[in-house]
């Protein structure tokens, strides 16, 4: 018998896996500015790890709202990306670590987008507007990080093919 049985429950289920996707990424924020050598990616990484904590915040709410305990569901997605940039990380000379985290940057981000447009449609179905709202406020700041990703990241590459 399934455990997951209504669209309600496969809803709070994945918003469980979307608060380990957060939390998991703000791990990696923090270790991804230790990591940088240029100054303003590690303030971007800075920035997006304090946005990370809001997001944590309103998927909190968010349980709170359905009155739910908040339950961490396995995120293996995120899991993999973040196993594969340690691994390039090591791999790379380390005037190229800036680009892969800019690569793995985008990369999370899009798989990010992806969640919260899949939660925003279930919550919609749900017909609450307030939930809808948060779920908006974080999808809204991951395009954002993508966006400026994805410049820091043309840049980037344009500075190591120009040296």
Known sequence: MASIETPRELFVHKLGAALTME???LEM????QEEASDSKLQRDLQQHHRETQQH??????IFQALGVEPEKQSCPA???????GKQMIKEVDDSLVDSVILGGVI?????EIAVYDGLIIKAEQMDDQD??????????QEEGALDKAV???EQSAKQLVSS
């Open 56 to 61: 944590v915040a309103n998927l909190q709410q």
């Open 151 to 153: 410049k820091a990241s």
């Open 107 to 111: 990369e999370t981000e899009h798989h």
């Open 29 to 32: 924020l923090e270790n991804l």
């Open 78 to 84: 995120i899991d993999g990306l973040e196993k594969e």
């Open 131 to 140: 939930i809808v709202a948060l779920l908006h406020e974080n999808l809204e």
């Open 23 to 25: 939390e998991t990424i």
